[in-house]
């Protein structure tokens, strides 16, 4: 996603160095397979760091405000700490469940928006549609009150390498 940032630029008529990448991860081979591919490609990767504890708990970008946000989250992760992070002020909407961080990834995305926002996520389909422990009221609070949802588009089942399951 991040190697799609030139086209982007070029699309809006703006200069590749006005443009920031920041990132973590805590994969360590997926991060040094990002910083090879972003220095292949002669793209600032200087914040995009590895971070062995995740970002919900140690968050190395907590002040960043950014006008987008691309992300592709580890899909129904049940072993995000969720217990220890109940009351993260990153959790605006709704508690999501402890047993998966779909809706704490989205609202972990959200909350470093600035005001002329916009993000795109790439989550299990399931999020569309599940209701397991308050699920289905972190999605109405986002789409109804809080006018967060632009569009959703289905992704084919297959698309990624790691899961067989389908994406939007």
């Not at 950014?66 to 700490?81: C, L, V």
């Not at 999605?139 to 698309?159: C, G, H």
Request: glycine residues 6%; charged residues 20%.
């Amino acid at each position: 996603m991040f190697v799609q940032r030139e086209k982007f630029v070029k699309e809006h008529q703006c200069l590749v160095n006005y443009i920031s990448i920041y990132g973590q991860e805590s994969n360590l081979t997926t991060w040094r397979q990002a910083k090879i591919n972003l220095a292949i490609r002669g793209i600032d990767s200087s914040q995009v760091v590895w971070n062995y504890e995740g970002s919900f708990l140690n968050d190395a970008h907590k002040d960043l405000k950014a006008d987008y946000i691309i992300a592709n989250p580890p899909f129904n992760d049940s072993d995000w700490s969720g217990d220890q992070l109940r009351k993260d002020v990153r959790r605006k909407f709704c508690l999501p469940p402890v047993g998966n961080a779909n809706f704490s990834w989205m609202q972990h995305f959200i909350f470093p928006l600035s005001s002329k926002c916009q993000a795109g996520l790439v989550l299990a389909k399931g999020a569309l549609t599940s209701k397991n422990s308050g699920e289905g009221e972190i999605r109405r609070s986002m789409v109804e009150e809080a006018n967060l949802v632009d569009s959703i588009v289905n992704l084919p089942t297959k698309l990624f390498i790691n899961t067989q399951i389908p994406t939007a």
